[in-house]
Nanobody, 123 residues
Framework: QVQLVESGGGLVQAGGSLRLSCAAS????????MGWFRQAPGKEREFVAV?????????YYKDSVKGRFTISRDNAKNTVYLQMNSLTPEDTAVYYC???????????????WGQGTQVTVSS
């Protein structure tokens, strides 16, 4: 019954903002490291951001989104967010939420993936 459902994608003008949400139907959500990935047309899926499952909830970001994107989580709502500001056409992609059970924030392996939500940034 594990399910990750992304929402919040859409069409936005360059310089605008979007907030993506990932609602997780997973037992013990607070024990999962949660990541955001994206895949642009004709390109491989790439890492965007990650937040840890415990302690200080360490975060890491892809270099090109640092200072523009912020990952956060609300364990009471079983939800992880990606706030995206100062969007550019290069951010256009399908964005995916992923979960790793008690994984380090440096993990390259994830147990579960959502279906993705489309983000399109116009110029």
């Amino acid at each position: 019954q594990v399910q990750l459902v992304e929402s919040g994608g859409g069409l936005v003008q360059a310089g605008g903002s979007l907030r993506l949400s990932c609602a997780a139907s997973i037992r013990s959500f607070s024990r999962y490291t949660m990541g955001w990935f994206r895949q642009a047309p004709g390109k491989e899926r790439e890492f965007v951001a990650v937040i840890g499952w415990n302690g200080l909830f360490s975060t890491y970001y892809k270099d090109s989104v640092k200072g523009r994107f912020t990952i956060s989580r609300d364990n009471a709502k079983n939800t992880v967010y990606l706030q995206m500001n100062s969007l550019t056409p290069e951010d256009t992609a399908v964005y995916y939420c992923a979960a790793n059970f008690q994984g380090p924030v440096t993990t390259s392996r994830y147990d579960y993936w959502g279906q993705g939500t489309q983000v399109t940034v116009s110029s």
